[in-house]
């Protein structure tokens, strides 16, 4: 497993070299931005046992205003949309519900 968010670049190189290390720099980040195609599924702690699932990184096809209102349906639990600058729209669900995503997004 290679760290991709690790990149070197040296303050003090000449000016010949920073066209190098710019491009070293837009390679890396292609290779991050390709690794923002996985559909991430997170849990976070809150008070107790209480906890929240998110899901975010769904591809561009899938309405998340429609897979919001199937999940609460199909999970008895309530849910909500927010948008985040960085992350774009993250749909937030009650309770521990990884397991039950993964099985509905894999047999969609």
């Avoid at 046992?49 to 899938?62: D, F, M, S, V, W």
């Avoid at 199909?74 to 993250?90: H, I, K, P, R, S």
Wanted: hydrophobic share 35%.
């Amino acid at each position: 497993m290679s760290i991709q968010n690790l990149a070197s670049y040296d303050p003090f190189a000449d000016v010949g070299d920073d066209q190098v290390a710019t491009d070293e720099i837009a390679e890396e980040k292609k290779k991050v931005s390709q690794v923002h195609n996985y559909v991430h599924i997170r849990i976070q702690q809150r008070n107790g046992r209480k906890t929240l699932t998110t899901l975010q990184g769904l591809p561009k096809e899938y309405d998340p205003k429609k897979l919001l209102k199937a999940f609460k349906k199909e999970f008895a639990c309530n849910g909500t949309l927010v948008d985040d600058e960085e992350l774009g729209q993250v749909i937030q669900l009650q309770g521990d519900q990884r397991q039950k995503i993964s099985m509905f997004l894999y047999v969609s």
